[in-house]
C-alpha cells in the first residue's frame, strides 16, 4: 500500500513521516514517541513522561508564548479577557478587523 501512495505522490518518501513526528515531538519534553514491531506491522504510541514542569519554567514558556504574539493577536486576547463572552463579529467590529 505504501508503494502505492508513493507512486501516486501522495508520499515523498518511506520513513520520513516518523522523522518529523520525533522533531515535532522534541518541542514537548514530556511526550515521548515509541513504536515497535508486531506481527504484520507495528505498533506506534504517544505517551506523557511526569508532567511536573517547575512554575519557573512554566513561566518562561508562556513569557515565550506570548512574546510571539502579533498586536492583533494580543489585541484580541485583550478583548477576550475584558469580555470572555463576546462575540467573532464583535471582536471583529471593535478591532476593526475581518471576521
Known amino acids: 500500500m505504501a508503494e502505492a501512495f508513493y507512486l501516486t505522490g501522495d508520499i515523498e518518501k518511506y520513513g520520513n513521516g516518523f522523522i518529523r513526528i520525533r522533531k ?26 511526569d508532567q511536573k514542569i517547575s512554575s519557573e519554567k512554566r513561566n518562561e514558556r ?31 467590529e471593535n478591532l476593526n478587523l475581518t471576521e
Open 62 to 92: 508562556i513569557n515565550e508564548r506570548i512574546n510571539a504574539l502579533t498586536e492583533n493577536e494580543r489585541s484580541i486576547l485583550e478583548a477576550i479577557e475584558k469580555n470572555p463572552r463576546i462575540t467573532q463579529a464583535q471582536l471583529a
Open 24 to 49: 515535532e515531538i522534541e518541542s514537548y519534553p514530556t511526550m515521548c514517541f515509541d513504536f515497535n514491531e508486531i506481527p504484520n506491522g507495528f505498533l506506534v504510541e504517544l505517551n506523557y513522561k
